[in-house]
């Protein structure tokens, strides 16, 4: 493996875009010889990621159509992270200037978003690394030579990308990659903190810097019904059980109710009937509050078109409740929700640049 590494890193030193034979040798190495070491390494893969052996991934690319500056070979659960553009995986990078190899857990930088993957945001990449760390520190922290940050040296949108999205990475420099014995145990040690990583992704309902798993469901609901054929291949990320949308739903309006309630308003719960959620009166005073609750941050929810209409029809007498942070236990039968973080908007004032559109409906004309 040593020796592959270093073949790689003396080839990139002759990086064209174009498909030399200099280029045809270094998608050899990174697509099937070092994919075939790692696979001789499968048995000891799973079990340090604590997943099933036909679970265990590897793959590699130089590129598609052009060849990449930045060429890598990655180690991933097939069934968490099909792709490379999204979920968590350990990954083989090699410096655009031919320096160095990295041994990184990474992630994808793209997001499901219905139809279509979208890059992340620099900010969202590192909200999701940051929540990441302290899900692996314990094991971590018991060496001293991983990196936070990596240098790829590629100069190509796709190679600065790899870059944000680093956990934590071992480095190997070109002139002092160690031999095959060493890297076998620092592949099977990163494993098992990508198998960390894993079961914490498992356990939470939301992770930082993710779409809200009910702007997820929306938008894919919207494309499959729309016919798009790319929303029937899935899309990144475990939505939401009906038991844990109305666990969550409960939640929520109950801290909304016990939160009106605590400011001498009389709250009847009216979401079976009537357009929005709770109906408050208060001597002559009346609200309509409109609530939602989400496993995420808050910062997007999902309103129906007839929401919209009925809350500016209401207005200025109306709210928005938003109860965020919600945690699931999905250890109990049935499922329970906990915790959530409450904020109100009142007057709540629906103004045209806070919408995004989902989908639409087209009048054909036939």
């Given at each position: 493996?040593?020796?592959?590494?270093?073949?790689?890193?003396?080839?990139?030193?002759?990086?064209?875009?174009?498909?030399?034979?200099?280029?045809?040798?270094?998608?050899?190495?990174?697509?099937?010889?070092?994919?075939?070491?790692?696979?001789?390494?499968?048995?000891?893969?799973?079990?340090?990621?604590?997943?099933?052996?036909?679970?265990?991934?590897?793959?590699?690319?130089?590129?598609?159509?052009q060849k990449a500056v930045v060429a890598w070979t990655r180690?991933?659960?097939?069934?968490?992270?099909?792709?490379?553009?999204?979920?968590?995986?350990?990954?083989?990078?090699?410096?655009?200037?031919?320096?160095?190899?990295?041994?990184?857990?990474?992630?994808?930088?793209?997001?499901?978003?219905?139809?279509?993957?979208?890059?992340?945001?620099?900010?969202?990449?590192?909200?999701?690394?940051?929540?990441?760390?302290?899900?692996?520190?314990?094991?971590?922290?018991?060496?001293?030579?991983?990196?936070?940050?990596?240098?790829?040296?590629?100069?190509?949108?796709?190679?600065?990308?790899?870059?944000?999205?680093?956990?934590?990475?071992?480095?190997?420099?070109?002139?002092?990659?160690?031999?095959?014995?060493?890297?076998?145990?620092?592949?099977?040690?990163?494993?098992?903190?990508?198998?960390?990583?894993?079961?914490?992704?498992?356990?939470?309902?939301?992770?930082?810097?993710?779409?809200?798993?009910?702007?997820?469901?929306?938008?894919?609901?919207?494309?499959?019904?729309?016919?798009?054929?790319?929303?029937?291949?899935?899309?990144?990320?475990f939505l939401l059980t009906a038991a844990e949308r109305r666990?969550?739903?409960?939640?929520?309006?109950?801290?909304?109710?016990?939160?009106?309630?605590?400011?001498?308003?009389?709250?009847?719960?009216?979401?079976?009937?009537?357009?929005?959620?709770?109906?408050?009166?208060?001597?002559?005073?009346?609200?309509?509050?409109?609530?939602?609750?989400?496993t995420s941050d808050g910062s997007q929810v999902i309103l129906?078109?007839?929401?919209?209409?009925?809350?500016?029809?209401?207005?200025?007498?109306?709210?928005?409740?938003?109860?965020?942070?919600?945690?699931?236990?999905?250890?109990?039968?049935?499922?329970?929700?906990?915790?959530?973080?409450?904020?109100?908007?009142?007057?709540?004032?629906?103004?045209?640049?806070?919408?995004?559109?989902?989908?639409?409906?087209?009048?054909?004309?036939?």
């Amino acid at each position: 493996m040593d020796e592959l590494l270093s073949e790689v890193l003396n080839l990139q030193k002759l990086w064209q875009a174009t498909n030399t034979k200099p280029m045809q040798r270094r998608g050899v190495i990174v697509r099937t010889e070092i994919r075939a070491w790692l696979r001789e390494h499968a048995e000891a893969l799973a079990v340090a990621m604590d997943i099933p052996l036909d679970d265990v991934g590897v793959e590699g690319s130089d590129g598609a159509g052009q060849k990449a500056v930045v060429a890598w070979t990655r180690v991933y659960s097939k069934r968490r992270t099909p792709s490379a553009t999204n979920g968590w995986y350990l990954v083989y990078l090699f410096s655009g200037d031919g320096e160095r190899v990295y041994l990184s857990l990474n992630q994808g930088t793209t997001e499901w978003s219905g139809g279509e993957f979208k890059a992340r945001e620099p900010a969202d990449l590192k909200r999701r690394v940051d929540w990441a760390r302290p899900r692996i520190a314990q094991v971590a922290d018991t060496r001293t030579d991983l990196l936070k940050g990596i240098h790829l040296s590629s100069g190509s949108r796709l190679g600065r990308g790899y870059e944000p999205g680093n956990v934590v990475a071992i480095e190997y420099q070109r002139d002092a990659i160690p031999n095959s014995d060493v890297l076998s145990e620092d592949l099977l040690f990163m494993s098992r903190l990508l198998g960390l990583l894993y079961k914490a992704a498992d356990a939470t309902a939301y992770i930082p810097g993710d779409l809200p798993v009910e702007v997820r469901e929306a938008t894919q609901s919207a494309a499959a019904t729309a016919n798009r054929r790319s929303a029937r291949k899935g899309g990144q990320g475990f939505l939401l059980t009906a038991a844990e949308r109305r666990a969550i739903e409960k939640r929520s309006v109950l801290l909304a109710t016990e939160h009106f309630e605590a400011q001498g308003w009389t709250v009847k719960d009216v979401g079976a009937t009537k357009p929005y959620d709770l109906h408050l009166t208060r001597g002559d005073e009346k609200l309509h509050v409109e609530v939602k609750g989400t496993t995420s941050d808050g910062s997007q929810v999902i309103l129906t078109r007839a929401e919209v209409e009925w809350q500016r029809k209401f207005a200025p007498d109306n709210a928005l409740v938003i109860v965020h942070s919600i945690e699931l236990d999905r250890t109990i039968e049935p499922v329970s929700a906990t915790g959530g973080i409450l904020y109100c908007t009142s007057p709540w004032t629906i103004e045209e640049e806070t919408l995004t559109v989902v989908s639409y409906i087209h009048r054909t004309g036939l």
